[in-house]
């Protein structure tokens, strides 16, 4: 098993262009997450999709859309880039919303927006 | 809201032990985690304790929780160069319809050999 994979590694982008961020997981997992990890602020919820079919907003939706394209691929789109939108981004999934499942990452996307 | 608080850097010789603390504010916590992050990678889970044990040990990590003062440790016994990373601790709780995990800034360990 791959477990969750992540694409691209690495991009850098101008302000105001678009890109998707891709991620799969192959654990048949119903949830999954996207986050983004910024230095001193620890890693942030940008959506979920608790299962598919079904998306919903996080902490910091704002300048993102989602799509749950099936069970196992969940993808983060930008559409106009921002600087603030530098970060690393992670994708996640869990099998279920239960308190007691955890959520698996992936090795992250970084972005640079210039 | 919830909030999860972290030390920012521990430094500790190969062969000593480490002991990484962490606060949290949400009393409704049902499940605590710490997370390890290697340089470039992702988070990867290290071990979980449920809120309504004490302690819980695996191999040579040991966890503490003390739900009264909310505070949550993770002891790395004989710490080893590749112990070295970011470590992640979170909390699970409800928020809404969401069981929200809340994650600390991350406390960066270096181990010097």
């Known amino acids: 098993n791959a477990g969750v994979t992540q694409t691209p590694k690495f991009q850098v982008l101008k302000t105001g262009q678009s890109m998707t961020l891709q991620c799969a997981q192959d654990?048949?997992?119903?949830?999954m997450y996207w986050y983004r990890q910024d230095p001193g602020m620890g890693l942030r919820l940008i959506y979920y999709?608790?299962?598919?079919?079904?998306?919903d907003k996080g902490e910091v939706p704002n300048g993102y859309n989602v799509s749950r394209l099936n069970k196992r691929e969940f993808s983060l789109r930008l559409e106009s880039a921002a600087p603030s939108q530098t970060s690393v981004y992670f994708c996640?999934?869990?099998?279920?919303?239960?308190?007691?499942?955890?959520?698996?990452f992936g090795p992250g996307t970084r972005l640079l927006v210039l | 809201g919830e909030d999860v608080e972290q030390s920012l850097f521990l430094s500790v010789r190969e062969g000593d032990s480490s002991v990484i603390n962490c606060t949290y504010t949400?009393?409704?916590?049902?499940?605590l985690y710490w997370y390890k992050q290697e340089p470039g990678a992702g988070l990867q889970l290290l071990t979980y304790i449920f809120s309504n044990m004490d302690m819980k040990q695996d191999q040579r990590l040991t966890v503490l929780l003390n739900k009264k003062d909310k505070h949550l440790s993770l002891r790395i016994a004989d710490t080893q160069t590749g112990d070295s990373a970011i470590y992640f601790c979170?909390?699970?709780?409800?928020?809404?319809?969401?069981?929200?995990?809340?994650f600390g800034i991350g406390t960066k360990l270096q181990v010097i050999p």
């Open positions: 996640a999934s869990s099998p279920g919303q239960g308190y007691q499942e955890t959520q698996y």
């Open positions: 979170a909390e699970k709780g409800q928020s809404g319809g969401y069981q929200k995990v809340t």
């Open positions: 999709s608790a299962s598919e079919g079904t998306t």
């Open positions: 949400d009393s409704s916590s049902t499940y």
């Open positions: 654990m048949n997992h119903n949830s």
